[in-house]
């Protein structure tokens, strides 16, 4: 797919798919209290009242309506679109009645496969120590299967409070965009997808920030999960990027949030993928009595940090970069080990513990 990305067409995307998903989204917020896609109050949800949960609908349309105006068509493109109905069909299914969570994942698996073998867009290689190994195509499909749908279930995991899953996925395409503009490489496929998200998701977040008006739901969640996954990968094939530690550490609020879910609800003899809790990140803020807002800047600017740092890493002084990340992590995990996220250290409500 080729945009013909230049200077001048860049605010034209933008401004295109912001408007658009800004018009959509609140027809589909009237068609989800038409249907029943509702989110409502519960042990794990922070929201007090019944909320539509089609966002990630109009978000998508959105992304579809700037490919058709300014994208030519290839292969690899059409897969991923293939993919995002697939995705989007399950989760829809699942937001008006919840589905069994391996019903999901099969649909998940089957969209990965599409974008996979057809559109074939694969991890094909590792460098370890400036050696690169190349893998066999059997071992292509399952890394990248495997890397694909923990991806889409990290971003999933992380929409738990108004505006934190499509901000993180704002900044995380504004990062991958810098990069490859800042590297003279803003051509590819994976930074058109980039470019055509950053304006959805920022429509979108019109409504969706605290006090959201209108959810993603879990077709939304995975289809930005499906599509940060594909950057990732386009961009490590394209040499958009060297390294998938750049788009990983872009991510690494969520991934480390959900890595301390498996964990902790592990510890607890609970199975880590279908227990829903109340002990992420976010509700760990909300816990310290900071405001969805304040717990969401928080959240913003941990990811805003990791991306400036993945920035550096990308233009090449690696060296300070790599201590920049240690000493981040350190922060970071230090600053969230005196929560509950991990281990239980107060002894209290127990109510609380177990929702």
Known sequence: MNLGINGSNIPFILLTTFLGSLILTPIMKRIAFHIGSLDYPGAHHTNKKPIPTLGGVSVFASFLLGYMIFAQSSVSMLAILIASFIILFVGIIDDIKPISAKYQLCGQVIACLVVILYGNIT??????????????YFWQVVVTLLFMVGIINAIDLSDGLDGLCSGIS?????????????????????????????????????????????????????????????????????????????????????????LFSIIRRSLKRKNPFTTPDKEHLHHQLLKMKFSKRHSLFIIYAINILFSAVSVLYALGNILYAIILYVCLMVVFLFLVLKTNILFTRKKGDKDEKDC
């Open 123 to 136: 991890i094909d290689r590792f460098t370890v120590l400036k050696m690169v190994i190349h893998l066999p």
């Open 170 to 258: 704002v900044i995380y395409f504004v990062t991958i965009s810098v990069i490859a503009i800042l590297l003279g490489s803003a051509h590819g496929i994976d930074i058109a997808i980039s470019l055509l998200m950053i304006g959805s998701l920022l429509g979108f977040l019109v409504y969706n920030f605290p006090p959201a008006q209108i959810y993603l739901g879990d077709s939304g969640s995975n289809f930005l999960g499906l599509m940060v996954a594909v950057v990732a990968i386009l961009g490590f094939k394209l040499t958009t990027f060297t390294s998938l530690l750049i788009p990983l550490a872009i991510l690494a609020t969520p991934i480390i949030d959900v």
